[in-house]
């Protein structure tokens, strides 16, 4: 009668020995690297009740992005904008388009739009829009090119080492103040000594300790 | 006077080295305190554990969708996640407190006092913190009710109009309003018209704990029904009779601030007064008096008489026939100080004693030239007052028949009046009853109808504070349960019609289209008619502008505030002398029985707050219950022990409570605290505690005599904190008298030797820039009111875990107040000492986290990260001062959703398995300094307050930038009072104290301390400390 077991198989366990480590390192690594909110956030895209595009809006349009998210210059949140904001010009613009049926029942029936938010952060990170913007923190830098989104697309990990990042030497995303909202900006070719500059003169110091961001 | 460390005591088992107690000294954690709640097998605790860890894994991959929902018309002026302060006012009996209260996006979520307002001077009570939670209590009536069935306010208003004809032919002869007392304008005004359609109509103001005795007994003295209006700080030397005007008197708020500057000593020559208390039961404002005489209720008249007879004054008061059972030279003391001090005292009197003492103090006040200095009397305008003689006779008149339409706005004499007036059998034998009221309450649930009432932050009112300011309640938000103020109702009760719909310029424009039939007025037009009429008579004001100035400010600053009422000429007492004196039983077991204003439920109202009922009572530490208050040596002459179950008979009423034994209590005294024991309080209310209520007569409402005490034979465990969190040993609290401090300015910091080593653990940090964050809590300052206590609570959203958890140790009050006694148990002297996080330089706890869940700041906060905290518990047990606090459960979990509106929605909800402390209001900071930022300028000294700061009534907490040496703790830091607590340990705490002083009298100073049993060492040091000084 033939060996059930070949020879070979004898060494079985010593290849699981030798191999589990590598296997459970693998499978670290990959929960740690592809696990990372920027696999897993970045790009995520849910459907709005209203097809707003805002490649048209701010792309095509070149409307400001305060023009509708009016808080981040002076409040911790940036508003998504009441119904009465898409009306001041949907009353004359587009009256009929089968697109703005929502917000046109928003407006009628008084009920407020449920938009989907995208950049979610968890609830015990403070993130203050005022700020940054105030300091010259791009919109782009977090937002990424929102003017070439159909539809808005986390485009950032907005984790908490990429928050670091920047709070630890925010001079590649400085920009003068009047430039924040500009989608399409490029440094001069003085920016580091300006930005270096700046920072000197109006003590911007991101703080890098805990309390500064969780309270 | 400096103590040693092991004469302070925190509860009388600790002191006698009681093994009960040493699980709470010794062990960090309570045995057992890791043990889930009762009721959970290990079997199904394996199956949750099971069905957890599967779903974990699947919850994880589920991203939180969450919606963003935007005006569709957005208010003007209102920015997203920038809170808004609205000023208000809170009305409480005749007086009001001006608050201003925070609102997040429209929901009300903390309340703060109103810096311009003379009731609050920026400071609040812990009744005013916590009446945000009362705001959105889920168990608030919610419908209107008739005969218990769900009806409509519509319904309601169209039975009053079928009723109103045959009470408009008679008249008003069959109509009868029980209110609570209250001094408002506009309801004023509306009473008034009520009273002129329904001119033979009684309205009668009745509660259950208030002010009525002093009304009575100062409408006798001086002609007028009036309140005393203290000034402590003018004062050298202030007595309290049977008076706890520090935390339950009317104008508390006030008072202690008033009090406390009367006491600050900047520097060691400075002055402060003195402050005397005679009591029976161990009242807070007794805890703070430098002299305090336990004495039992039926002797404090006596001891008024004697002392007016000492003075050479006339009290009207009749001695006592019997041998004197107080101390002589106590008396003879406080005499030669109240001589020495003519026109500089202040002598008042409680609310429970009777209307001839009241007029006695007047007397005294009158004679020492006190009156319109120290004491003034309040011009009690626009108020229905107290008239349990007409309540009763109201309550007669029902049960003849006499009585078809009754209306009970916010009264509840179901739960709350005397037993021997049966107001239940009277509300029965009434055609139609009327309750308006925040619960279906046991009155509530009675009436013919009931309607759900507004809550203050929700209605349109106003109210006038006792010294005369007269505020706007402004309302906050929406009424949340169809509630309906009592002004609403009565302007429909009084026929108040809403105004035409012409309306002038500037008035609200969103008046629906004119009814056909004149609809009742709204809160908001009554309120506004009543301040046509007073801002037409203001002429600065008389602008329409004036409206608008009242409402922002929240009260109308001007000249009608307080004045004086005229006196009459040459009072004396004239009232009777209290029937109750002399009227002590003579057998051995029959004790006084004291009827107590709770200084948490006060009469029931706040009885479903469970911020209140979890608020650790300032001298016997006791939560969630109402126990039976007895002194050590009575306590020992009747074989009772703490927690043992007594009956307490009083006639053939009784009620069974556990004994709760508290030092300095008067001997032959059981005390009692009211407003609780509901049956129709809603699920925190209910079951809790025992209603004393049924023992109470209209006669002697606050002194039961003679009542029987008798054990019951079992016990009940009460959820107590007295000896959590101890600091076993060890120089925490710093005292001395004002002639030592004087003599040794340095005597704090010299308490203990500091080693000249260096700490173990290399520093981070080097805190020379920036700002620097420190606080100070002035010993000296602090009342103990517990202000701070629930303003954290109400702050930093910190759970409440109810009565179980607290006996298991588990309460998670960021800050904590110790309360020490020391000395002799009968009359001791107690320190309170509040314990937030001491935010250590160099700290204990953070040394020893696994996971750097709580690491330090470079403004020198001592940070705790919950997201990363693995709830280890290490740094709890590393922490000396025992100030932080583990989430044992996810106590949150369960909050019901409307609750969930008051939290703060910038600080985190904390979940089951974290620790959590004191953050110095990061939050705060953070806001403060961003907000700086954005005007791109540096913080100016107060602009960034703590919580506890701000409530805090005696403005005993500083804090700011300890590196600005311009700043208010940077010069309080300096003082010399100024400690450390442990600094021994090298901890570096970025809190420090200043140390207590008392101001003991020359002659009693020595008995005092011989008196005192203290341990001969220390006691013998402390008194040649004082020898030196002399």
């Known amino acids: ?215 | 006077m400096s103590r040693a460390a092991q004469e302070y005591w925190r509860s009388r088992e600790q002191r006698d080295g009681d093994p009960s107690v040493r699980p709470f000294v010794e062990r960090e954690f309570q045995e057992g305190a890791s043990e889930l709640p009762e009721g959970v097998s290990r079997r199904s605790l394996i199956q949750l554990v099971g069905a957890s860890l599967s779903l974990a894994g699947l919850a994880a991959c589920r991203r939180p969708v969450e919606h963003i929902v935007p005006f569709v018309r957005a208010p003007e002026d209102m920015l997203p996640g920038i809170p808004r302060l609205f000023a208000t006012t809170m009305p409480s009996g005749l007086d009001a407190v001006g608050l201003l209260v925070t609102s997040h996006e429209g929901r009300p979520t903390k309340i703060e006092g109103n810096e311009v307002h003379p009731a609050s001077l920026g400071a609040t009570s812990a009744w005013a913190q916590a009446s945000i939670l009362d705001l959105y209590d889920p168990d608030r009536s919610q419908q209107v009710l008739h005969q218990g069935q769900r009806a409509s306010w519509q319904a309601f208003v169209d039975a009053w109009r079928a009723l109103e004809p045959e009470h408009l032919a008679d008249g008003g002869a069959r109509l009868a309003v029980i209110t609570r007392p209250f001094a408002s304008p506009t309801l004023a005004r509306l009473i008034a018209a009520l009273r002129a359609r329904f001119p033979q109509a009684r309205v009668v103001g009745y509660e259950p704990v208030g002010d009525e005795l002093i009304l009575r007994g100062l409408e006798a003295a001086t002609g007028a029904p009036t309140l005393p209006l203290l000034h402590p700080e003018r004062a050298r030397v202030v007595v309290a009779i049977d008076s706890d005007f520090l935390l339950t008197g009317t104008g508390s708020v006030a008072h202690a601030r008033r009090f406390a500057d009367g006491r600050r000593v900047a520097s060691s020559d400075g002055t402060m007064s003195r402050l005397w208390s005679i009591e029976a039961v161990h009242s807070l404002t007794g805890a703070n008096a430098d002299h305090r005489l336990p004495l039992r209720s039926d002797q404090i008249a006596p001891f008024v008489a004697a002392l007016g007879s000492r003075l050479g004054i006339g009290t009207g008061l009749a001695l006592d026939a019997g041998p004197a059972t107080f101390d002589s030279a106590w008396l003879e003391a406080l005499a030669a100080d109240l001589e020495a001090h003519r026109g500089a005292s202040l002598l008042t009197a409680g609310r429970r004693q009777a209307p001839a003492v009241h007029a006695a103090i007047h007397a005294l006040n009158q004679g020492l030239g006190n009156l319109g200095v120290t004491v003034e009397y309040a011009r009690l305008a626009d108020a229905v007052l107290p008239d349990t003689t007409a309540f009763a006779a109201t309550l007669e008149s029902m049960r003849a028949g006499e009585i078809s339409t009754l209306l009970l706005l916010g009264a509840n004499p179901l739960y709350d009046a005397p037993a021997e007036l049966d107001a239940a059998g009277a509300l029965a034998a009434v055609e139609t009853s009327i309750h308006l009221g925040l619960h279906t309450d046991e009155t509530g649930a009675a009436t013919t109808w009931h309607l759900p009432e507004a809550h203050f932050l929700e209605a349109w009112g106003d109210a006038r504070a006792i010294d005369g300011t007269v505020g706007v309640v402004q309302p906050l938000i929406a009424p949340l349960y169809e509630g309906r103020s009592a002004i609403e109702l009565l302007a429909v009760i009084a026929g108040e019609a809403a105004p035409p719909p012409t309306l002038p310029e500037g008035e609200t424009a969103d008046a629906a289209a004119p009814p056909p039939t004149p609809e009742p007025a709204s809160g908001y037009d009554a309120v506004r008619a009543t301040w046509r009429q007073i801002l037409g008579t203001t002429q600065s004001l008389a602008l329409d502008g004036g409206w608008e100035r009242v409402v922002h400010d929240g009260l109308l600053s001007s000249a009608t505030s307080w004045a004086g009422i005229p006196l009459a000429a040459g009072t004396g007492a004239t009232a009777a002398p209290p029937a109750s004196a002399g009227a002590r039983s003579a057998s051995d077991v029959a004790l006084d029985l004291v009827l107590v204003d709770s200084p948490r439920v006060f009469d029931g109202r706040y009885a479903n707050n469970a911020w209140l009922q979890e608020l650790p009572d300032a001298i016997t530490k006791v939560t969630w219950d109402n126990p039976a208050m007895l002194a050590p040596a009575t306590a020992a002459e009747l074989g009772l022990r703490n927690e043992d179950l007594v009956r307490i008979a009083a006639g053939d009423r009784q009620i069974e409570v556990p004994v709760w034994i508290v030092p300095g209590m008067a001997p032959g005294t059981v005390a009692v605290e009211l407003g609780y024991g509901r049956a129709f309080g809603g699920r925190v209310a209910d079951g809790v505690g025992a209603n004393v209520y049924p023992l109470r007569s209209a006669d002697a409402p606050y002194l039961v005599a003679g009542v029987r005490v008798e054990r019951s034979g079992s016990r009940r465990e009460i959820a107590q904190t007295q000896d959590h969190g101890s600091m076993e040993g060890r120089p925490i609290v710093r005292e001395a008298t004002l002639e030592a401090y004087r003599a040794h300015p340095e005597f704090a910091r010299k308490a203990v030797e500091v080693p000249h080593t260096r700490a173990l653990w290399k520093e981070e940090w080097s805190y020379e820039q920036g700002y620097q964050w420190g606080m100070t809590i002035d010993l000296n300052a602090c009342t103990g009111c517990n202000a701070c206590v629930i303003a954290c609570q109400a702050e930093n959203n910190v759970p409440v875990v109810g009565r179980d958890e607290v006996r298991r140790g588990r309460e998670m009050h960021w800050l904590r107040i110790d309360r020490y006694f020391a000395g002799d148990e009968a009359a001791p002297q107690t320190v309170f000492h509040p314990v937030p996080c001491m935010q250590c330089e160099n700290a204990p706890c953070e040394q020893v986290c696994p996971v750097t869940a709580t690491v330090h700041d470079a403004e020198g906060l001592n940070v705790m990260v919950y997201n990363r905290c693995i709830g280890t518990r290490y740094c709890l047990n590393n922490c000396p001062y025992k100030v932080r606090r583990f989430n044992y459960f996810n106590f949150t979990k369960h909050t019901p959703q409307v609750l969930r509106l008051q939290n703060n929605p910038d600080v985190t909800v904390r979940s089951r398995g974290v620790m959590e402390k004191c953050t110095y209001c990061t939050q705060r900071i953070n806001e403060r300094k961003i907000a700086a930022k954005l005007e791109e300028r540096t913080l100016r000294d107060g602009e960034v307050r703590t919580a506890c700061q701000q409530a805090c009534p005696s403005q005993a907490i500083q804090f700011g930038n300890i590196l600005d040496g311009a700043s208010a703790v940077a010069q309080a830091k300096a003082e010399p009072r100024n400690y450390t607590l442990l600094d021994e340990l090298l901890t570096k705490p970025r809190t420090s104290y200043l140390a207590k002083l008392r101001n003991p009298h020359q002659e009693l100073a020595e008995t005092h301390q011989v008196e005192g049993h203290a341990p001969a060492g220390s006691g013998q040091a402390t008194r040649d400390h004082g020898d030196d000084s002399a």
């Open chain 1, 1 to 215: 009668m033939a060996q059930i077991f070949p020879k070979w198989t004898l060494r079985i366990p010593l290849y699981a020995v030798l191999g589990a480590p590598l296997v459970a390192a693998a499978a670290a690594g990959g929960v740690w690297y592809w696990g990372s909110p920027e696999f897993t956030d970045v790009g995520y895209r849910p459907k709005q009740p209203v097809p707003y595009s805002h490649e048209l809006h701010v792309g095509t349009l070149k409307l400001d992005c305060l023009y509708c998210h009016a808080s981040v210059e002076s409040s911790a949140v940036a508003n998504v904008p009441p119904t009465q904001t898409c009306m001041s010009c949907h009353h004359v613009v587009r009256r009929d388009s089968p697109l703005l049926r929502a917000v046109r029942e928003s407006w009628e029936r008084g009920t407020p739009l449920r938009w989907v938010r995208v950049h979610n952060l968890p609830d015990y990170a403070y993130f203050q829009h005022a700020a940054h913007v105030r300091a010259g923190i791009g919109c782009v830098s977090c937002h990424g090119r929102i003017d070439q989104m159909v539809e808005v697309t986390q485009a950032e990990p907005l984790s908490m080492g990429w928050c670091l990042d920047c709070h630890r030497d925010p001079s590649g995303h400085l920009r003068p103040t009047e430039a924040v909202t500009e989608m399409e900006w490029f440094p001069p070719r003085d920016h580091d000594e300006w930005a270096a500059r700046t920072i000197d003169e109006r003590g911007i110091a991101p703080p890098e300790d805990c309390s500064g961001c969780h309270r």
